[in-house]
C-alpha cells in the first residue's frame, strides 16, 4: 500500500490460520494499522491480494466484508455516544425488518419478533462480557475500557469468521485488560473465532496469541511463538529496545 512515495506497507505475505489468535506488533509506524484497512476494505491495495478462505476479497467494502463474516475494531472506539450500550450491540446485525418501511407499517409482528431475538442476543453478550449493568447507560459514559468491551460485543452480534483488533488494551486499566483477554480467549477456544490482534503490551499478546507477526518498515520482520519473536536479536533492536528482558508472561 503506497501513499504517494511512501511504502506504508511493502511486500507484506502472511496467513491468519482459522482458529487462531495471531498477534501483530511492531514499533509506531510499520504498517499495522494500514494492514488492517487494506483487509478490512478502507483502503485498496496498490498492488497484491487478499483472500479469506480462498475467496478473493481484495477491495471489497466494509460492509460487504461485514456481511461475509470479517470484522474489525478500532484503537479509538467507534461507539453511538447517545445510544444506551442495548441500543449499541441492537443495531450491529443487518437486513433487520424494521429497517423496511413497508415492513415497519404492514408487518409489525415480525418486526417485534425479530426485535426481541435481537434483545436477547444482545443481553447475552452484555452477561459474557459482564457489562450487563450498564446496558441502559448511553454508551458515551463509559471508561475507556467499557468501550473496547462494548466495541467486542458488537462484533459477537452477528456471525464472525475472523475480527480484526486494534489495540484493544490500549487504555485499559489491569482489571478490565484481564476481562477483556479472557473474553477473547473464551470466545476463541469455546466459539470458533479467528482473531488477529494489534497490540504493544507484551505481555497481554504472550498471554493470548500464537503465532506473533512482527512488523518493521511496512515489512514482516519475524513470526513464531511469543517467546520466539521477542527473543528475536533483530525483533530487538528495531522495536523493544536493548533494555528489554526477554521476558514474558507464562
Same mark, same amino acid.
Given at each position: 500500500? +503506497?501513499?504517494?512515495?511512501? +511504502?506504508?506497507? &511493502? ?14 506488533? *511492531?514499533?509506531?509506524?510499520? *504498517? ?23 475467496? &478473493? ?15 474489525? =475494531?478500532?484503537?479509538?472506539? @467507534?461507539e453511538f455516544?447517545?445510544? =444506551?450500550?442495548?441500543?449499541n450491540l ?84 489491569? =482489571?478490565?485488560?484481564?476481562?477483556? *483477554? ?7 477456544r469455546d ?8 497490540? @504493544? ?8 496469541? &500464537? ?7 511496512? $515489512? ?17 533492536? $528495531? ?12
Amino acid at each position: 500500500m +503506497r501513499f504517494g512515495g511512501v +511504502r506504508a506497507v &511493502d511486500g507484506v505475505s502472511l496467513e491468519i490460520a482459522a482458529g487462531s489468535v495471531t498477534g501483530l506488533i *511492531g514499533p509506531n509506524g510499520a *504498517g499495522k494499522t494500514t494492514l488492517f484497512n487494506v483487509i478490512a476494505g478502507m483502503c485498496r491495495p496498490t498492488a497484491g491480494r487478499v483472500y479469506l478462505a480462498g475467496e &478473493d476479497i481484495t477491495g471489497l467494502a466494509p460492509h460487504t466484508l461485514f456481511g461475509r463474516g470479517l470484522l474489525r =475494531t478500532f484503537q479509538i472506539a @467507534h461507539e453511538f455516544a447517545t445510544m =444506551t450500550v442495548r441500543e449499541n450491540l441492537m443495531m450491529v446485525p443487518g437486513g433487520q425488518s424494521g429497517e423496511s418501511l413497508p415492513k415497519a407499517w404492514f408487518r409489525p409482528a415480525l418486526v417485534a419478533r425479530e426485535e426481541r431475538a435481537i434483545a436477547e442476543r444482545a443481553r447475552d453478550v452484555m452477561e459474557f462480557l459482564t457489562i450487563d449493568h450498564l446496558a441502559d447507560e448511553p454508551a458515551g459514559n463509559l471508561s475507556g475500557g467499557q468501550k473496547k468491551l462494548l466495541e467486542l460485543g458488537r462484533t459477537m452480534m452477528v456471525e464472525a469468521r475472523i475480527v480484526f483488533l486494534d489495540e484493544v488494551g490500549a487504555g485499559v486499566n489491569p =482489571t478490565l485488560l484481564k476481562t477483556i *483477554g479472557d473474553s477473547i480467549l473464551s470466545l476463541n477456544r469455546d466459539h470458533g473465532y479467528t482473531f488477529c490482534m494489534i497490540e @504493544h503490551n507484551m505481555d497481554f499478546i504472550s498471554r493470548l496469541c &500464537d503465532p506473533v507477526i512482527v512488523m518493521a518498515e511496512g $515489512k514482516v520482520l519475524a513470526e513464531g511463538t511469543a517467546r520466539e519473536v521477542l527473543e528475536n536479536p533483530d525483533v530487538v533492536m $528495531k522495536y523493544l529496545g536493548s533494555g528489554f528482558s526477554g521476558q514474558v508472561m507464562p
